[in-house]
């Protein structure tokens, strides 16, 4: 069984007028598990709202703050390309809270194969103290945090086109949270380089694989045998979380890379494979492709349950293979 954690009033957070990060993206995602041909696998359930104890594992106080007071004001930005709206402060809440609902779930019951929380906005851009990149706040920080704060030790493989800079920042320096990233490079937020390892105690737990544009499926796919399956196989983790963003897909229109939802399904197979039975939380980042979300989403839920739903063929042939050997080297397991 599959738990799906996701709740309508995520759509009424509003970014802006023809903003990329629109509501439609949460109704795609959700027809996504519909069409998945696995829907008697599936169990809705409505999360929790994250409260300020949750989000203060991560956050400072005064990001928190200014967020309610943007909200207490009715809307206003919080960055460049960061717009809240009066709903945006409980649709964030409810995002972050759906990770930890997830999560508290999977622990509690032995009859669920893993989680996928659908939800909006994405978190992975948030910083310990700057709300950025269409993100409030950090949902998948926050559950991992709330998991490694209890003595388990979480992985975190983040598959979004863009690079998951607030949850590397804010796991920096810890070695009881592992955090990988395949992401396109050069792209927003500019962070993200194969020498991005972590700092002191957290040195080496950190892995970035930043791929050119127009890399395919096989190479990602790579990636994760290549060096990010075996990090995780040596660090044992009682967790493995995925954003996944499906923003890699090759219809995606701010990104470049060339992946199809076969390729995102694939990638979550690859990465579910390295969780304990039973552990594995994905959790909805980017994607603003309608359709490319949709089918995205329809693969991704298969592929959870253990059954194969492939809208698209896999990709192959692209470049990027010589920035996996790059962080092969750097990576190399002793």
Same mark, same amino acid.
């Given at each position: !069984?599959?738990?799906?954690?996701?709740?309508?009033?995520?759509a %009424?957070? !509003?970014?802006?007028?023809? *903003?990329?990060?629109? /509501?439609?993206?949460?109704?795609a995602?959700?027809?996504g598990?519909?069409?998945?041909?696995?829907?008697?696998?599936?169990?809705? !359930? @409505?999360p929790?709202?994250?409260? +300020?104890?949750?989000? @203060?594992?991560?956050?400072?106080?005064?990001?928190?703050?200014?967020?309610?007071?943007?909200a207490?004001?009715?809307?206003?930005?919080?960055?460049? +390309?960061?717009?809240?709206?009066?709903?945006s402060?409980s649709?964030?809440?409810?995002?972050?809270g759906?990770?930890v609902?997830?999560?508290e779930?999977?622990?509690?019951? %032995?009859?669920l194969?893993?989680?996928?929380?659908?939800?909006?906005?994405?978190?992975?851009?948030?910083?310990a +103290?700057?709300? !950025?990149?269409f993100?409030?706040f950090?949902?998948?920080?926050?559950?991992?945090?709330?998991?490694?704060?209890?003595?388990? #030790?979480?992985?975190?493989?983040?598959?979004?086109?863009?690079?998951?800079?607030?949850t590397?920042?804010?796991f920096?320096?810890?070695?009881?949270?592992?955090?990988?990233?395949?992401?396109?490079? /050069?792209?927003?937020?500019?962070s993200? @380089?194969v020498?991005?390892?972590?700092?002191?105690?957290?040195?080496?737990?950190?892995?970035?694989?930043?791929l050119?544009?127009?890399?395919?499926?096989?190479?990602?796919r790579?990636g994760?045998?290549?060096v990010?399956?075996?990090?995780?196989?040596?660090?044992a /983790?009682?967790?493995?979380?995925?954003?996944?963003g499906?923003?890699?897909?090759?219809?995606?229109?701010?990104?470049?890379?060339?992946y199809?939802?076969?390729d995102?399904? %694939?990638?979550v197979?690859?990465? $579910?494979a390295l969780?304990?039975? $039973?552990?594995?939380?994905?959790?909805l980042?980017?994607?603003? +492709?309608?359709d490319?979300?949709?089918d995205?989403?329809?693969a991704v839920?298969?592929?959870?349950?253990?059954?194969?739903h #492939?809208?698209?063929a /896999?990709t192959?042939g692209?470049p990027?293979?010589?920035?996996?050997?790059?962080?092969?080297?750097l *990576?190399?397991?002793?």
């Amino acid at each position: !069984m599959l738990l799906v954690v996701t709740d309508e009033r995520c759509a %009424d957070h !509003m970014a802006g007028t023809n *903003h990329p990060e629109r /509501p439609d993206r949460l109704h795609a995602a959700i027809d996504g598990v519909v069409r998945s041909g696995v829907r008697d696998a599936v169990e809705l !359930m @409505a999360p929790r709202p994250a409260v +300020d104890d949750d989000l @203060a594992l991560v956050h400072s106080v005064e990001l928190i703050d200014r967020v309610r007071r943007i909200a207490d004001a009715g809307g206003g930005r919080l960055d460049a +390309d960061t717009v809240m709206n009066g709903a945006s402060l409980s649709a964030a809440l409810l995002a972050a809270g759906a990770v930890v609902t997830a999560t508290e779930e999977l622990a509690a019951r %032995d009859d669920l194969h893993a989680a996928y929380a659908v939800v909006r906005p994405p978190g992975h851009h948030a910083t310990a +103290d700057r709300s !950025m990149g269409f993100c409030l706040f950090n949902s998948v920080a926050v559950a991992a945090a709330r998991r490694a704060d209890a003595g388990e #030790r979480v992985a975190i493989i983040d598959i979004d086109a863009h690079h998951g800079n607030g949850t590397q920042d804010i796991f920096a320096e810890r070695n009881d949270v592992l955090f990988a990233s395949i992401h396109q490079s /050069p792209l927003y937020p500019g962070s993200g @380089a194969v020498t991005e390892k972590g700092a002191g105690a957290g040195e080496g737990f950190t892995i970035n694989l930043p791929l050119p544009p127009g890399a395919t499926g096989d190479v990602a796919r790579q990636g994760i045998e290549a060096v990010i399956g075996p990090a995780v196989e040596e660090f044992a /983790p009682d967790w493995v979380f995925i954003s996944a963003g499906y923003d890699g897909h090759r219809a995606d229109p701010i990104t470049d890379l060339g992946y199809t939802s076969a390729d995102i399904a %694939d990638l979550v197979a690859d990465v $579910g494979a390295l969780a304990p039975a $039973g552990r594995t939380v994905v959790l909805l980042e980017g994607g603003y +492709d309608l359709d490319a979300v949709r089918d995205s989403s329809a693969a991704v839920t298969a592929q959870l349950v253990g059954e194969v739903h #492939r809208p698209e063929a /896999p990709t192959t042939g692209g470049p990027g293979m010589d920035v996996v050997e790059a962080a092969q080297r750097l *990576h190399r397991r002793r």
